[in-house]
């Protein structure tokens, strides 16, 4: 009976451990800010050569990325062009199911390890139902 528990047990931590694992894949699509917080703003993962940001109701190309899915949460580091300079981000990313993404941008400060309530912008983001992967963007 012992053994039959601790190999149940072994599954079910080999099970676990095995969904957890992120790739890139996973966020490909269009993601909309979620709820109340939504004014506009998306990311849009075309590939990993082409990421669009929009805020505000500008479309912004996402250079110069570092995205690291061994860390949990996820750390999404980019730079993008605002009007003449480079603004650098670091980012947390945690993905909840398929669909919606925990997503917390740190510009101008140190990124935590983990989420924050004293730092940041926390967004939710939800996968657009349209899969339209193309976008013009102004840099």
Not at 26 to 34: F, L, N, P, S, Y
Not at 104 to 113: A, G, K, S, T, V
Request: charge should be neutral; glycine fraction near 4%.
């Amino acid at each position: 009976m012992k053994q039959i528990l601790i190999v149940m047990a072994a599954c079910l931590l080999s099970i676990t451990a095995s969904a957890q694992i992120k790739k890139f894949r996973d966020i490909i699509g269009t993601w909309d800010i979620a709820g109340e917080q939504n004014n506009g703003a998306s990311l849009q993962i075309i590939d990993s050569s082409a990421i669009v940001l929009t805020y505000m109701g500008e479309k912004k190309n996402i250079t110069d990325y570092k995205i690291d899915f061994t860390k949990s949460p996820i750390w999404f580091d980019f730079s993008t062009t605002d009007s003449a300079s480079t603004v650098q981000v670091k980012s947390l990313l945690q993905i909840l199911g398929d669909d919606m993404i925990k997503w917390q941008l740190f510009i101008d400060e140190d990124r935590p390890d983990h989420f924050s309530s004293s730092k940041g912008e926390l967004l939710y983001l939800k996968r657009s139902k349209s899969n339209n992967t193309s976008a013009v963007v102004s840099n």
